[in-house]
T-cell receptor, first 116, second 109 residues
Framework: EPEVTQTPSHQVTQMGQEVILRCVPISNHLYFYWYRQILGQKVEFLVSFYNNEISEKSEIFDDQFSVERPDGSNFTLKIRSTKLEDSAMYFC??????????????FGPGTRLTVT | GQNIDQPTEMTATEGAIVQINCTYQTSGFNGLFWYQQHAGEAPTFLSYNVLDGLEEKGRFSSFLSRSKGYSYLLLKELQMKDSASYLCASMDSNYQLIWGAGTKLIIKP
């Protein structure tokens, strides 16, 4: 069964450093998402991406964040200068469609980011 | 504002039935989702309702009342592996998922 994959599973970085989290969505999916979940808290939407551009982003997704689809398979989230409060689990998700029946978002296993 | 409310924690007995309630207020509405999340793992899709009524899928059923801004997830014949957090999420007018904090379900033998 096709699945979303994410690398690395765990990333430790120092405050102020740049990190890139990588995701490979399911191959025939058209919509891609990043979410984060701070330990013990709710899942929070960061950004959605369609047709090689951001379609929606939340207030959390400020200038420190960017997303890119550098090739036909990878989807990346970059945090330019990490802060302690960026420590969280970051989930990538993809879906075939958003407005039609195939709305289900498939989540990757997540990358646990720890900023020290 | 946008808000999803669900109980923080529930306890049930193996073999029993449990209903997890969710109320939502979002800017626009494009459906109500339920996801299951085991500790340290990613959410996995359980159900989607966009029309009023009950959707049944095996041991799990989900109900929606749009006029009341209310949904529930019904789990039957509970198994120990059902111990997890159950996340209610509403899709708003921008097709963004707005998530509840999750209901931690504890199953006791």
């Amino acid at each position: 069964e096709p699945e979303v994959t994410q690398t690395p599973s765990h990333q430790v970085t120092q405050m102020g450093q740049e990190v890139i989290l990588r995701c490979v969505p399911i191959s025939n999916h058209l919509y891609f998402y990043w979410y984060r979940q701070i330990l013990g808290q709710k899942v929070e939407f960061l950004v959605s991406f369609y047709n090689n551009e951001i379609s929606e982003k939340s207030e959390i997704f400020d200038d420190q964040f960017s997303v890119e689809r550098p090739d036909g398979s990878n989807f990346t989230l970059k945090i330019r200068s990490t802060k302690l409060e960026d420590s969280a689990m970051y989930f990538c998700a993809s879906s075939e469609e958003v407005r039609e029946i195939s709305y289900e978002q498939y989540f990757g296993p997540g990358t646990r980011l720890t900023v020290t | 504002g946008q808000n999803i409310d669900q109980p923080t924690e529930m306890t049930a007995t193996e073999g029993a039935i449990v209903q997890i309630n969710c109320t939502y207020q979002t800017s626009g509405f494009n459906g109500l989702f339920w996801y299951q999340q085991h500790a340290g793992e990613a959410p996995t899709f359980l159900s989607y309702n966009v029309l009023d009524g009950l959707e049944e899928k095996g041991r799990f059923s989900s109900f929606l009342s749009r006029s009341k801004g209310y949904s529930y997830l019904l789990l039957k014949e509970l198994q120990m592996k059902d111990s997890a957090s159950y996340l209610c999420a509403s899709m708003d007018s921008n097709y963004q998922l707005i998530w509840g904090a999750g209901t931690k379900l504890i199953i006791k033998p």
